[in-house]
Nanobody, 127 residues
């Protein structure tokens, strides 16, 4: 279907920023709605942010609204997650996900809607 590779994770102090990237490859003539999820140790995977294939619409979990921004550059087959004002509770493995979009305004907000997942990238926020 599509292969997704995340990068940009690392160790950052509380209040700092990171920018995650997810590069997609595989289906040259497909368009995808994209999302970001995260999973902390002992916790369920939770929704973070999502966008339509065009990037024209976005949706965020309440826990990150106002701090995180999802965007995409379709010429580079890349989706980004800019994370600002990071908190200790943001520590998790972050995953990008994709689902084929058959109309422009489709946005997927739940885990079960996505078909393809990346390997994840670790984000650790220290005090």
């Amino acid at each position: 279907q599509v292969q997704l590779v995340e990068s940009g994770g690392g160790l950052v102090q509380a209040g700092g920023s990171l920018r995650l990237s997810c590069v997609a490859s595989g289906r040259a003539f497909s368009t995808y709605a994209m999302g970001w999820f995260r999973q902390a140790p002992g916790k369920d995977r939770e929704f973070v942010a999502a966008t339509t294939w065009s990037g024209g619409s976005t949706y965020y979990a309440d826990s990150v609204k106002g701090r995180f921004t999802i965007s995409r550059d379709n010429t580079k087959n890349t989706v980004y997650l800019e994370m600002n004002s990071l908190k200790l509770e943001d520590t998790a493995v972050y995953y990008c996900a994709a689902v084929v979009s058959y109309y422009r305004d489709y946005i997927a907000r739940t885990l079960g809607e996505y078909d393809d997942w990346g390997q994840g990238t670790q984000v650790t926020v220290s005090s």
